[in-house]
């Protein structure tokens, strides 16, 4: 079996040369962000913020072993501190 290919013609609109740019309306018009919208955005860390820090920690108490929680808690502190 051939195949038959088929060309399509591509179309264009006509230019408008006295056209004036359009505006975009109020609904378009993007919004400044609220100030409690970008408080919480900056009181928001990551967990892995968090687990970098806490290993941070660790590693700064020669890496024993047995206080993984209180440097997870020291860590959130810390970042919300900040």
């Known amino acids: 079996m051939g195949t038959t290919l088929i060309k399509h013609q591509r179309t264009s609109f006509p230019e408008t040369p006295n056209a004036e740019p359009r505006q975009p309306t109020a609904r378009e018009q993007p919004t400044p962000l609220t100030a409690t919208h970008q408080d919480r955005k900056r009181s928001t ?25 209180e440097d997870w808690l020291q860590a959130e502190r810390e970042l919300r501190a900040n």
């Open 45 to 69: 860390i990551s967990e892995a913020d968090v687990r970098l820090r806490a290993y941070e920690l660790y590693l700064k108490r020669g890496g024993a072993p047995g206080n993984d929680m």
